[in-house]
């Protein structure tokens, strides 16, 4: 069992930047792929970025260039900076993980909510 505990979340404006961090825990390691969602309300839940065990990023083209994934295996620790921040960022974001890259994601964080406001 893996626990996953998202943080970091608030309140911005318009431009502006967070850092959103996930703590992982139990049977976690390094090898482990992370990811981060989000879900504004009304829409579907959808994938923002992924970073594999090998350190290979990928983000979303919505926020390419502004946001950016990164991990501290020494801390089991996953991040999201997000930067020039819009308002339609505003969204509940999730931290997930997966033992298999060829797999479901299976470990979700109980997600943090981050809102911009214009």
């Known amino acids: 069992q893996v626990q996953l505990v998202e943080s970091g979340g608030g309140l911005v404006q318009a431009g502006g930047s967070l850092r959103l961090s996930c703590a992982a825990s139990?049977?976690?390691?390094?090898?482990?792929?992370m990811g981060w969602f989000r879900q504004a309300p009304g829409k579907e839940r959808y994938l923002v970025c992924t970073i594999r065990r090998s350190g290979s990023t990928w983000c979303a083209d919505s926020v390419k260039g502004r946001f950016t994934i990164s991990r501290d295996n020494a801390k089991n620790t996953v991040y999201l900076q997000m930067n020039s921040l819009k308002t339609e960022d505003t969204a509940v974001y999730y931290c997930?993980?997966?033992?298999?890259?060829?797999?479901?994601?299976?470990?979700w964080g109980q997600g943090t909510q981050v809102t911009v406001s214009s």
């Open positions: 139990g049977r976690f390691s390094s090898s482990y792929d």
């Open positions: 997930a993980a997966k033992a298999d890259s060829r797999r479901s994601w299976e470990s």
